[in-house]
């Protein structure tokens, strides 16, 4: 089937730190794989997507490369800033419609 | 221009009782998705309209959820009677065609007590 795992959180990094949020998968054929944010308050927003293997989504100094051999879709960002506190899902996509399986999110706080 | 937009943002019913969420999507958008977050897990599909037409409802929980999206236009989905396992936060998204961003509401949070 079709399912996405990551890290559990929270994640409490200081203001400038380095963060990397984990996220693999599983799923049949060649998803197309997404990273949602959701600040407080607000809806899921898209933050980048990778829809094939070896992209690199980008956004907002976040990134993440589609890696097929470890079926991975890691987010990175180097240098956090205390906006960037939310919720971080990790999502893929089979197929043309927009049916997403969702990881159960990540929480990171970014203190000053 | 509006975003996708859930009514109410909060609800507490009992169990037994009924609720119904709505959700308006973003104007001239076909495409219009339920999901839901139960116990902080991950978001789960429930269903999909094309316009007034139930594209896939796989993910529908049990017949005591029901999704209607008359005219094509906004879209509401009861639950009738609600549970406590139905607590959680149930996400609207909207989309112009079935493979295009998804813009998603803010959510309904729904309690059962």
């Known amino acids: 089937g079709n399912s996405v795992t990551q890290m559990e959180g929270p994640v409490t990094l200081s203001e400038e730190a380095f963060l990397t949020i984990n996220c693999t998968y599983t799923a049949t054929g060649y998803p197309s794989l997404f990273w949602y944010v959701q600040y407080p308050g607000e809806g899921l927003q898209l933050l980048l997507k990778?829809?094939?293997?070896?992209d690199k989504g980008s956004n907002k100094g976040f990134e993440a490369t589609y890696r097929k051999e470890t079926t991975s879709f890691h987010l990175e960002k180097g240098s956090v800033q205390v906006s960037d506190s939310a919720v971080y899902f990790c999502a893929l996509r089979r197929g043309n419609f927009n049916k997403f399986y969702f990881g159960s999110g990540t929480k990171l706080n970014v203190k000053p | 221009e509006a975003g996708v937009t859930q009514f109410p943002s909060h609800s507490v019913i009992e169990k037994g009782q009924t609720v119904t969420l709505r959700c308006d999507p973003i104007?001239?958008?076909?495409?219009l998705y339920w999901y839901r977050r139960v116990m902080g897990k991950e978001i789960k599909f429930l269903l999909h309209?094309?316009?007034?037409?139930?594209?896939?409802e796989s993910g529908m929980p049990n017949n005591r959820f029901l999704a209607e999206r008359t005219g094509g236009t906004y879209s509401t989905l009861k639950v009738q009677p609600a549970e406590l396992e139905d607590s959680g936060v149930y996400f609207c998204?909207?989309?112009?065609?079935?493979?295009?961003?998804?813009?998603f509401g803010q959510g309904t949070r729904l309690t059962v007590v």
């Open positions: 990778a829809t094939k293997a070896d």
């Open positions: 309209f094309v316009k007034e037409s139930k594209q896939d």
């Open positions: 104007s001239g958008h076909d495409n």
């Open positions: 998204a909207s989309s112009q065609d079935a493979n295009t961003e998804a813009f």
